[in-house]
């Protein structure tokens, strides 16, 4: 077993307990939180992220005349589905359902009903044919969105809110992000990465590093830097500062920690620095992310294995991002898969 007996046995018997799923690290003595200033109350900092507002407000401007794609359903999307008449004539049964990492929706009487590709109408019309005549003479139902979880969007680095970002849309912008992500904080850099993953038909199977120019999109006003993010992309902000980490995704406060150069900080102690896994853990489904002199690089981290003594701990230096996941990730994780271990692509905008 691992040095720091008394921690590992302690984590042990917490991750038998709850099935190694979720765990609460708030008891380990941790190191004090970054004390960074608010972005939106200093000089140039304030600037720049009323320049964010003032980009953001002209990109959408411009983009008033457009619509959005409806929304497309996927894993972990939880849904609100009324069905009339379907338990008693004349009541009408609401069912909550999460959709499957398979896209499946299990509903009474019909079974499993595929949302791949679908939109909720899209989805009302599956379910109803499979009802109609068979089951219901005239079905009548009713499908919304209740949770949306499936367009994860990591947002790392020097931005005020670092964190997992669940959009309501199927890709969003670099303005939009940043302006969600709370805007850029004191140390922030003049570029802006994103980390994405190839197309499943592409026949490119590294992930791409895309370095995006903030001075040029912020200042001038060009919206060529406003690139289109979408679900499993992981952003980043370079930092003039480099003394601390980031703990992001299904932990109780999201944020950055500075570093102390006396007290290591491993990814254990980290989870307790954020005050504990959520309700909703899995300590299993965690990524650390870190800058390398290749680039960007993903690797998967288990946290219960470690907090066993089964695996080394896994210590983070400045600039690192561990990422606690949860069961409905599944799409990040299909992301993270094909990086561990490769290298990335470099592809620049003008």
Request: glycine share 8%; charged share 20%.
């Amino acid at each position: 077993m691992i040095p720091r007996t008394r921690v590992a046995i302690l984590l042990s018997t917490l991750l038998i307990v709850t099935g190694c799923s979720r765990q609460d690290f708030s008891g380990l003595r941790v190191p004090r939180p970054f004390a960074g200033t608010d972005p939106t109350t200093v000089g140039a900092e304030g600037k720049r992220n009323q320049q964010i507002q003032s980009a953001l407000a002209t990109s959408q401007a411009l983009q008033s005349g457009e619509s959005d794609l409806e929304y497309e359903l996927g894993p972990g999307d939880r849904l609100s589905i009324a069905i009339f008449a379907l338990e008693s004539p004349g009541e009408t049964t609401t069912l909550d359902r999460r959709v499957q990492n398979d896209f499946t929706v299990t509903l009474p009487w019909v079974g499993k009903v595929s949302s791949f590709g679908a939109t909720v109408s899209d989805f009302e019309d599956r379910v109803r044919s499979l009802y109609a005549g068979r089951y219901l003479k005239d079905p009548q139902i009713s499908v919304r969105i209740a949770e949306h979880q499936s367009v994860a969007i990591v947002m790392t680095g020097a931005v005020g809110k670092p964190g997992v970002y669940h959009l309501q849309k199927n890709r969003s912008t670099v303005l939009e992000m940043l302006a969600t992500a709370g805007g850029l904080r004191n140390d922030a850099g003049d570029v802006l990465y994103i980390m994405r993953t190839p197309e499943r038909d592409a026949t490119e199977s590294k992930p791409a590093l895309i370095p995006v120019k903030l001075n040029p999109l912020l200042e001038s006003g060009d919206l060529r830097y406003n690139l289109a993010v979408s679900g499993g992309d992981i952003l980043t902000v370079s930092s003039h500062a480099d003394d601390y980490v980031f703990v992001l995704g299904y932990v109780n406060r999201p944020g950055s920690f500075a570093l102390r150069d006396d007290q290591p900080l491993d990814t254990v102690r980290a989870i307790a620095l954020a005050g504990g896994l959520s309700s909703s853990a899995r300590a299993q489904n965690s990524f650390l992310v870190q800058e390398t002199e290749e680039g960007q690089k993903v690797t998967e981290v288990d946290m219960s294995r470690i907090a066993q003594g089964k695996d080394q701990p896994v210590y983070l230096k400045s600039g690192d991002t561990l990422i606690v996941g949860s069961s409905f990730m599944a799409r990040l994780a299909e992301f993270i898969k094909p990086s561990l271990g490769a290298g990335v692509t470099y592809s620049p905008v003008p």
